[in-house]
């Protein structure tokens, strides 16, 4: 018994050699490739698309409490918006949102989900100041938000602050 495995092992090796000497390789398993995993990387909007006076606008909160013009998110108030991933400016479409029918208040929570080409943005907000009731030249609200964009398995998030009004 001992005998005829060694016998076995011994004439898989000659197998092999005998392969490999006339010139072929004994076959491998290949595994299929899989996609490269990339971390988005989120930058500034370098030519905004939509009016900023009436849409979305979300920035770093360096940029917000400077009031410059440097934008993370940019949307019209329909369920377009627009971001830089990867050094270049992209156009998304909503695909989800659960932002309450009411009139939003201070401290309300909502998220919306934007994607184009396998890559998603997921915005949750914070409502943290609304226009005083009495002044109807108001329409502003302002949120602090979270940013989280992923493609492929691979996540960035950045907080940012920023209002929506015309």
Same mark, same amino acid.
């Given at each position: &018994?001992?005998?005829?495995?060694?016998?076995?092992?011994?004439?898989?090796?000659? &197998?092999?050699?005998?392969?490999?000497?006339?010139?072929?390789?004994? +076959?491998?398993?290949?595994?299929? =490739?899989?996609? #490269?995993?990339?971390?988005?990387?989120?930058?500034?909007?370098?030519?905004?698309?939509?009016?900023? /006076?009436?849409?979305?606008?979300?920035?770093?909160?360096?940029?917000?409490? *400077?009031?410059?013009?440097?934008?993370?998110?940019?949307?019209?108030? +329909?369920?377009?918006?627009?971001?830089?991933?990867? *050094?270049?400016?992209?156009?998304? &479409?909503?695909?989800?949102?659960? /932002?309450? @029918?009411? @009139?939003?208040?201070? *401290?309300?929570?909502?998220? @919306?989900?934007?994607?184009?080409?396998?890559?998603?943005?997921?915005?949750?907000?914070?409502?943290? *100041?609304?226009?005083?009731?009495?002044? /109807?030249?108001? #329409?502003?609200?302002?949120?602090? =938000?979270?940013?989280?964009? @992923?493609?492929?398995? +691979?996540?960035?998030?950045?907080?940012?602050?920023?209002?929506?009004?015309?």
């Amino acid at each position: &018994m001992k005998r005829d495995a060694v016998f076995l092992s011994f004439a898989s090796v000659l &197998m092999m050699l005998v392969a490999c000497s006339s010139g072929t390789k004994p +076959a491998s398993i290949q595994t299929p =490739a899989s996609p #490269e995993v990339i971390t988005p990387k989120i930058g500034i909007i370098h030519v905004p698309k939509f009016r900023i /006076e009436c849409g979305v606008a979300l920035q770093l909160p360096e940029d917000y409490k *400077g009031q410059n013009k440097k934008y993370v998110f940019n949307g019209d108030l +329909a369920e377009s918006g627009q971001m830089n991933i990867d *050094g270049r400016d992209v156009d998304l &479409m909503m695909v989800d949102s659960n /932002e309450p @029918e009411r @009139e939003l208040k201070v *401290g309300d929570r909502f998220t @919306e989900t934007y994607a184009r080409d396998g890559l998603n943005a997921q915005i949750d907000y914070v409502v943290t *100041g609304i226009c005083d009731p009495t002044d /109807e030249s108001c #329409e502003v609200i302002n949120f602090d =938000a979270t940013i989280t964009v @992923e493609r492929n398995g +691979a996540k960035q998030q950045v907080k940012t602050s920023g209002l929506l009004g015309c």
